[in-house]
């Protein structure tokens, strides 16, 4: 483990085991030998960074931590450089990942969900005057031993009251509000974040891959029969793709007021779905009805062949809006299909490489040239 195993900042902390890694750096699990207690430690080498961005997020989470103070967040303890790497030393929260428990198929019930909505709000209420954590996934919710929640990982977090510009798309597919594919996280994404989170904890499968109508998680089809209809009428004004409909926080349950019933288009067509067989066939059918109407006028009384030939003007016109009814309808659907590949190839592109904001570039070349 390096330095870790003479003990770093003059010996005062050491590494004792590596707890996971990340996009920012190594996270490790130590002791801090002055007070005796188990932290977890971030380490991030400045020799290997690729980008300032990188370097400048680092420095960013120990900021971050340094100015909150809830349950629900790690405490910060200290962060400094040393032989060429940063290190961010923290509180050990104690428990285990919504990732970790998703992996080996750990219970999560309706009751998991409301308590884990609970923490939540509770901590949006303190970190959303401040900032956006941007990246609420499984693997960044910590379920403790009394079952309650944490929530780590803070490398994303955006100043909420900077109005500079320069906003990074940070997130990850699935569990990131669309607004973020633009740079443009508030509070409602956080919202998002634990509300795709809860739903892909309940049904096992990741958000992406759920059925949708349009952008919409189809909370109601993933989710039935599993949960409670208000459960799942929460959820699905959570993961509402439009931040401004969605709730911009978490009511408290118990004290939710009635959800606002709005009226969604993408509704309209499953209304009618089921009928579109049926009209396909009747379309099929208007051929031999003409057919039959010539047979008729030639064959039969003329007055039965005009009402005959009435009826079938009319079949004729209903047939044909059916047909144009269920062409306009795949149509939509494939714009839809072709609207969220667009999405996935633009949040690819992004997450490879993303700019910094100048300040944050500016402040980590001075370091790295303090360092040499």
Do not use: C
């Amino acid at each position: 483990m390096g330095a870790g195993e003479a003990g770093l900042k003059d010996g005062r902390y050491v590494l004792v085991r590596k707890l996971g890694d990340g996009a920012q750096g190594d996270t490790f699990e130590g002791v801090d030998k002055r007070e005796g207690k188990l932290v977890a430690v971030k380490r991030f080498s400045v020799k290997g960074a690729s980008k300032w961005k990188d370097v400048g997020l680092a420095e960013r989470e120990a900021r971050v931590l340094a100015s909150l103070s809830h349950p629900t967040v790690p405490k910060y303890i200290d962060h400094f450089e040393e032989n060429g790497t940063l290190y961010l030393v923290m509180e050990k929260i104690e428990g285990e990942s919504l990732a970790a428990r998703r992996k080996r198929a750990a219970r999560f019930g309706e009751d998991d969900a409301i308590r884990l909505l609970r923490d939540a709000a509770a901590m949006f209420e303190h970190i959303h005057p401040k900032i956006v954590h941007r990246d609420l996934k499984p693997g960044n919710v910590i379920r403790k031993p009394d079952g309650s929640y944490a929530f780590v990982d803070f490398g994303a977090v955006r100043d909420r009251l900077r109005t500079d510009g320069g906003s990074t798309i940070v997130g990850t597919f699935g569990f990131m509000a669309p607004e973020q594919f633009q740079g443009r996280a508030q509070p409602a994404s956080d919202v998002f974040g634990i509300g795709a989170t809860i739903v892909a904890m309940l049904t096992g499968i990741d958000p992406e891959d759920l059925p949708h109508k349009g952008l919409r998680i189809d909370v109601r089809a993933a989710l039935k029969g599993k949960v409670s209809d208000e459960l799942v009428t929460t959820l699905e004004q959570m993961t509402d793709p439009d931040p401004d409909t969605r709730p911009q926080t978490i009511p408290a349950l118990g004290a939710r007021p009635a959800p606002v019933v709005k009226k969604r288009e993408e509704d309209a067509p499953a209304l009618t779905e089921r009928f579109s067989g049926i009209g396909a066939a009747l379309w099929r059918l208007v051929p031999i009805g003409w057919i039959l109407v010539g047979l008729a006028w030639w064959l039969a009384p003329h007055v039965f062949a005009r009402d005959l030939m009435v009826g079938m003007v009319i079949f004729t016109i209903l047939a044909s809006r059916s047909r144009r009814k269920r062409e306009e309808r795949e149509q939509r659907k494939r714009i839809r299909h072709q609207e969220r590949d667009r999405l996935r190839v633009q949040v690819q592109a992004v997450r490879v490489d993303e700019p910094i904001e100048e300040e944050e570039e500016s402040s980590g070349r001075a370091r790295r040239k303090q360092a040499r």
